[in-house]
T-cell receptor, first 118, second 118 residues
Framework: AQKVTQAQTEISVVEKEDVTLDCVYETRDTTYYLFWYKQPPSGELVFLIRRNSFDEQNEISGRYSWNFQKSTSSFNFTITASQVVDSAVYFCALSEDWRGGGADGLTFGKGTHLIIQP | EPEVTQTPSHQVTQMGQEVILRCVPISNHLYFYWYRQILGQKVEFLVSFYNNEISEKSEIFDDQFSVERPDGSNFTLKIRSTKLEDSAMYFC????????????????FGSGTRLTVV
């Protein structure tokens, strides 16, 4: 069975600090997909990134970067120079390889509540 | 940018009543999903739907739940006899292809319906 662990339930930092959110996953599949979503106080789920298991290149998008390491089954998310608007709950999620006829849902971690203080 | 639309944004119902939550997926998407998030907890997969039938469902999706695509645009989740523990945010999502397939595709969540059972 697949599982996603976000051990940090809450992180509080001062604006402009860098912060890393950890995500560790378990899956028996060799092909799988990892996601990060942001949930601001308004409640919607905002897609941030999707990465497949064959692509271990780190990705950078503005102040956001992701470090995928298969050897440690981790897909960590770093925000550089954090801003108050980054305050939200961040979820890591996993999807296993699609098998013909199936459309499995995403397995989410419990989320990390990130608080950026001015 | 195309959106998944959910109505209503908030619904209050009495225990034992039936509720129908409505979703309009993105028009060219073929796979539809419902997720649930109990307040302060992680997002949990309920069901996926493709080609007018349920593709996968979780153990949460018991006999009191049903889904339907009554016409070409709506996708509904019905809870037959609501319980207090059904109080949660319900998210609809849609995608062009299942999450576990290669290539770029959309996997978009709606803004959610907050269901309160009293």
């Amino acid at each position: 069975a697949q599982k996603v662990t976000q051990a940090q339930t809450e992180i509080s930092v001062v604006e402009k600090e860098d912060v890393t959110l950890d995500c560790v996953y378990e899956t028996r599949d060799t092909t799988y997909y990892l996601f990060w979503y942001k949930q601001p106080p308004s409640g919607e789920l905002v897609f941030l990134i999707r990465r497949n298991s064959f692509d271990e290149q780190n990705e950078i998008s503005g102040r956001y970067s992701w470090n995928f390491q298969k050897s440690t089954s981790s897909f960590n998310f770093t925000i550089t120079a954090s801003q108050v608007v980054d305050s939200a709950v961040y979820f890591c999620a996993l999807s296993e390889d699609w098998r013909g006829g199936g459309a499995d849902g995403l397995t989410f971690g419990k989320g990390t509540h990130l608080i950026i203080q001015p | 940018e195309p959106e998944v639309t959910q109505t209503p944004s908030h619904q209050v119902t009495q225990m034992g009543q039936e509720v129908i939550l409505r979703c309009v997926p993105i028009s060219n998407h073929l796979y539809f999903y419902w997720y649930r998030q109990i307040l302060g907890q992680k997002v949990e997969f309920l069901v996926s739907f493709y080609n007018n039938e349920i593709s996968e469902k979780s153990e949460i999706f018991d006999d009191q739940f049903s889904v339907e695509r009554p016409d070409g645009s709506n996708f509904t989740l019905k809870i037959r006899s609501t319980k207090l523990e059904d109080s949660a945010m319900y998210f609809c999502a849609s995608s062009e292809r299942p999450p576990g397939t290669g290539g770029d595709y959309g996997y978009t969540f709606g803004s959610g319906t907050r269901l309160t059972v009293v």
